[in-house]
């Protein structure tokens, strides 16, 4: 009898095995060999103040072992790349995240169309030069301030891609040597030693080897390649007709921009555009989407023609005229159903406008958004992005304020955010609801009340703050980007380099 009830007792029970589970263990044979490893009692029926005894030692020997290894990479850093590039170290080996990043790399099968895979011998050339030379590139830190912690964004990943090139290499590896302690100049010097032929490669084009393994990305890396044999830009497959006025403006585009903003500011300059006009295209569709050029190309015409245009309405125009042209329209056509019908104006064009008269227009537009209710019931999931409060000053001084961030959820919260600010974010409830673009909503909170100040769009596959608003399409104030920038921090996003 007492032989059944002490069988009983030792039989494992949910808490148990949970604890188990905890431990990182796999079954009751498991935990008992690991308790006497360890000098713990192998009898299951533990009060639970030894079962968080047994929970921390494991905590604490995983920060051991994790300290350990990463002095071990420390240490023979070298080894370790070797032992990645070779296959005897695995991506568990490792406790670093680019080089993690680089097991995850050399193990990922690339489509021929998109770009070779990693030339192992080749990388391991590559890292042993650098290594030996003392080059200042295999820190894990992001290098492109806006691209964030977006994957590839290391130096380690970069030499991977660099690697999946050799084929195009101009020079041998073994002729470079670092000439400054600047890591960023270093990796620029390296590029053009390997790639580039007369050494006239423009700074923003770098970035190209920071933005991941995409289909895009690998394509403007192929331009890299074409720029860098001492060929035109304009013979690259494109996404818009390119000039060769076009192309030199490229070329000499600031190194603030991204690759895609280069091409508008040279397609911009090209047609006889200037700056203000450039950049404005910067914050708008132009340098995300490239379908409809010939359209696009006449709006940019008309916007050249008309230069006291006060540039703040590019944005705003450029999304009334994709609308109006572009977005099918949603039709009630009886109780409960809605069908899809042409865009409003599927011919629109941009002959005979004045600015008077298609400002007006835009106006009306964005009335008739803040008093449409056709779209209101719409409702999609959370983008899973992190909200944000920051609270300044005191209670006691009654300079109280509290920001808040806050994703809007439904195209009724989309309507009322446009209504109040007096713009046209209403015309995102598609955007949000198939999951590429959120919108969040900046309040403040103060003796006053609460006060809605700004509204975000962040593009969700890019992690990326794309536009930022306030009341009738206003720009931030140096205040609200620095509240802006905290948040991105916090929810790991990166800030549009025009913001």
Request: glycine share 6%; hydrophobic share 35%; aromatic share 8%.
């Amino acid at each position: 009898m007492s032989r059944k009830r002490a069988t009983r007792a030792e039989e494992p029970d949910r808490e148990l095995l949970q604890h188990i589970n905890a431990l990182g263990l796999r079954s009751v044979e498991a935990y008992r060999t690991w308790c006497g490893d360890n000098g713990f009692g192998k009898t299951l029926n533990k009060h639970w103040k030894q079962r968080c005894k047994e929970r921390r030692f494991a905590n604490d020997q995983i920060a051991r072992n994790r300290l350990s290894q990463q002095k071990r990479e420390k240490r023979g850093f070298a080894e370790v790349l070797v032992g990645i590039c070779n296959g005897s170290v695995c991506q568990n080996d490792v406790t670093r995240l680019h080089l993690k990043r680089l097991c995850e790399a050399l193990h990922t099968k690339q489509s021929a169309k998109q770009e070779p895979e990693v030339d192992r011998k080749s990388l391991v050339r590559l890292l042993t030069h650098l290594h030996q030379c003392r080059a200042k590139v295999f820190d894990g830190s992001p290098v492109v301030a806006t691209l964030g912690q977006m994957p590839g964004n290391t130096f380690i990943e970069a030499i991977a891609l660099i690697a999946c090139h050799a084929g195009s290499w101009l020079r041998p590896i073994e002729g470079w040597q670092p000439r400054t302690h600047s890591a960023r100049k270093q990796f620029a010097s390296l590029l053009r030693h390997v790639f580039v032929k007369h050494d006239d490669m423009p700074l923003f084009f770098d970035a190209v080897w920071f933005s991941g393994r995409t289909r895009d990305a690998a394509d403007r890396r192929r331009w890299y390649l074409h720029v860098g044999r001492g060929h035109n830009i304009r013979h690259c497959k494109l996404p818009i007709a390119y000039t060769k006025k076009m192309a030199h403006h490229f070329i000499w585009a600031p190194s603030d921009v991204t690759v895609d903003q280069a091409l508008r500011w040279g397609q911009v300059l090209g047609l006889g555009g200037d700056e203000p006009l450039a950049r404005a295209s910067f914050e708008t569709r132009l340098t995300e989407e490239y379908g409809h050029d010939e359209f696009w190309t006449s709006v940019l015409r008309w916007f050249i023609a008309n230069p006291m245009l006060d540039r703040a309405h590019v944005g705003p125009i450029i999304d009334y005229l994709h609308h109006e042209r572009f977005v099918p329209e949603i039709v009630a056509t009886a109780p409960g159903r809605r069908d899809v019908a042409s865009p409003p104006q599927p011919n629109l064009s941009m002959k005979g406008r004045t600015p008077e008269s298609l400002l007006s227009r835009v106006n009306e537009w964005h009335r008739k958004l803040a008093n449409d209710n056709s779209q209101q019931m719409r409702q999609w999931q959370p983008s899973g992005i992190e909200g944000f409060e920051f609270a300044e000053g005191s209670l006691e001084k009654q300079n109280f304020k509290c920001w808040t961030v806050r994703e809007l959820l439904s195209s009724k919260a989309l309507v009322a955010e446009g209504r109040q600010l007096k713009h046209c974010v209403a015309t995102y409830a598609s955007s949000c609801a198939r999951g590429q673009c959120s919108i969040w909503t900046v309040e403040v909170e103060s003796f006053e009340g609460i006060t809605k100040i700004l509204t975000v769009e962040v593009r969700n596959r890019m992690r990326m703050v794309s536009q930022v608003r306030g009341k009738a399409n206003r720009l931030p104030t140096e205040k609200e980007k620095s509240v802006l920038t905290r948040w991105a921090a916090r929810a790991g996003l990166r800030m549009a380099s025009y913001i």
